[in-house]
């Protein structure tokens, strides 16, 4: 009976596992990101002080990254002089999937700079970016192409994201291209507006590797992922967290001062749940 009951439980266990994971409100494993792109697995501290790009007078050239191209069927036409540009729009951002990969002016991406894509800006370009939603803005270097999904404006390296504070995935942004003009004139220093928690989880929670489990968008989610694994890995409970930095929701277990330790945990709970557990380490 005890046996019976346990398999049970169980089976409870694990559909109340995937009505969470699969429901909505939750993405597994590595979070948000799973088989897309996002963060590194090692985020290296105080990003969120990361100077602006400085924005300089640099050749622009008329074929090369800004010749005319096609993606999916739609013809873009770089600009080669040197113009301002205004927009209003969506941002978004690109992380590990790309770091270290060629931008389309043949340099290379790092996901730690302040970088960005655009589809027509001159590349090499500089652009200030700001967020209406919390009054941050930044400078910089624009040296990719994209994004090439409806109504986005522009794609922030990782770095940029999270000083603008839009790491959460997509937000309204207003873009505005710095001319050589203004460059020769002197373009002022972004105004600095409260670091009010935008910085990830990992730049918070205490040294070592953790073990994320599961990512919420609200928090009931998170709370009865919490519960569930309170029940089913009880031998976890002590470790059990939720960090919560406005946007996500993210169940952690840990730290571990080395990283064999996590990755044993890890393998011991896949045993009891199918959950795709993600190390993270924490500076």
């Given at each position: 009976m005890v046996g019976a009951g346990r398999s049970r439980r169980a089976v409870v266990a694990l559909g109340l596992l995937a009505a969470l994971l699969l429901g909505g409100c939750a993405s597994r494993g590595p979070a948000e990101?799973?088989?897309r792109?996002?963060?590194?697995?090692?985020?290296?501290?105080?990003?969120?002080?990361?100077?602006?790009?400085?924005?300089?007078?640099?050749?622009?050239?008329?074929g090369g990254?800004?010749?005319?191209?096609?993606?999916r069927g739609v013809r873009y036409v770089p600009m080669t002089e040197d113009r301002p540009l205004r927009e209003r729009g969506l941002a978004s951002w690109y992380g590990r999937k790309f770091h270290g990969r060629p931008t389309s002016n043949g340099e290379t991406y790092d996901m730690f700079a302040m970088t960005a894509a655009h589809k027509t800006m001159p590349l090499p370009s500089y652009a200030r970016v700001r967020n209406p939603a919390n009054g941050r803005e930044i400078i910089v270097r624009v040296n990719d192409r994209g994004p090439f999904h409806p109504g986005r404006v522009i794609d922030l390296s990782y770095t940029a994201a999270l000083k603008l504070g839009v790491l959460g995935g997509v937000a309204p942004v207003e873009v505005e291209r710095i001319t050589h003009d203004e460059i020769r004139a002197g373009v002022r220093p972004t105004p600095s507006a409260p670091f009010d928690g935008g910085v990830p989880d990992a730049a918070t929670a205490s040294s070592g590797y953790w073990l994320q489990l599961g990512a919420f968008r609200d928090r009931e989610g998170a709370q009865q992922l919490q519960r569930l694994l309170q029940q089913e890995t009880p031998?976890?409970?002590?470790?059990?967290?939720?960090?919560?930095?406005?946007?996500?929701?993210?169940?952690?277990?840990?730290?571990?001062?080395?990283?064999?330790d996590a990755e044993?945990?890890?393998?011991?709970?896949?045993?009891?749940?199918?959950?795709?557990?993600?190390?993270?380490?924490v500076p």
């Open positions: 990101w799973s088989g792109d996002g963060p590194a697995a090692e985020i290296p501290p105080g990003l969120e002080r990361t100077p602006d790009a400085v924005p300089r007078i640099e050749p622009l050239r008329v990254p800004n010749k005319p191209y096609e993606i031998w976890l409970a002590d470790q059990l967290t939720l960090q919560d930095d406005g946007q996500w929701v993210r169940v952690r277990v840990g730290p571990w001062a080395q990283r064999r044993t945990t890890a393998a011991r709970l896949a045993d009891a749940l199918p959950l795709d557990a993600l190390v993270v380490f």
